[in-house]
């Protein structure tokens, strides 16, 4: 079992940069795959980043990429997102999620993963 904990969501404004931490306890995340996902109102759940369990994949979003950088920090069990040049459009719970797996590259369908943390609200103001 794998407890995961967002961290680092707020109010910002449009520009502004924000770091979001997943911690995970529990199990150490060496063997899992990791990704970022988000949800705003009147929206479906959409992928936003992926990282590989060894760090050297990953994968983003048409919508954040060049903006967003997910990397991971295996020794401090922690997932990172740095979101650079926030859009008002980015306003949404962000969610991290786990999946333990011998699959060595990213995975950006929900479906495929297993442990999900609470959810950090992001806002940015126009």
């Known amino acids: 079992q794998v407890q995961l904990v967002e961290s680092g969501g707020g109010l910002v404004q449009a520009g502004a940069s924000l770091r979001l931490s997943c911690a995970a306890s529990g199990r150490t995340l060496s063997s899992y795959a990791m990704g970022w996902f988000r949800h705003a109102p009147g929206k479906e759940r959409e992928f936003v980043a992926a990282?590989?369990?060894?760090?050297?994949?990953?994968n983003y979003a048409d919508s954040v990429k060049g903006r967003f950088t997910i990397s991971r920090d295996d020794a401090k069990n922690t997932v990172y997102l740095q979101m650079n040049s926030l859009k008002a459009e980015d306003t949404a719970v962000y969610y991290c999620?786990?999946?333990?797996?011998?699959?060595?590259?990213?995975?950006?369908?929900?479906?495929?993963?297993?442990?999900w943390g609470q959810g950090t609200q992001v806002t940015v103001s126009p």
């Open positions: 990282i590989s369990r060894s760090g050297g994949s990953t």
């Open positions: 999620a786990a999946v333990e797996t011998s699959y060595l590259n990213v995975i950006r369908r929900d479906r495929m993963y297993d442990y």
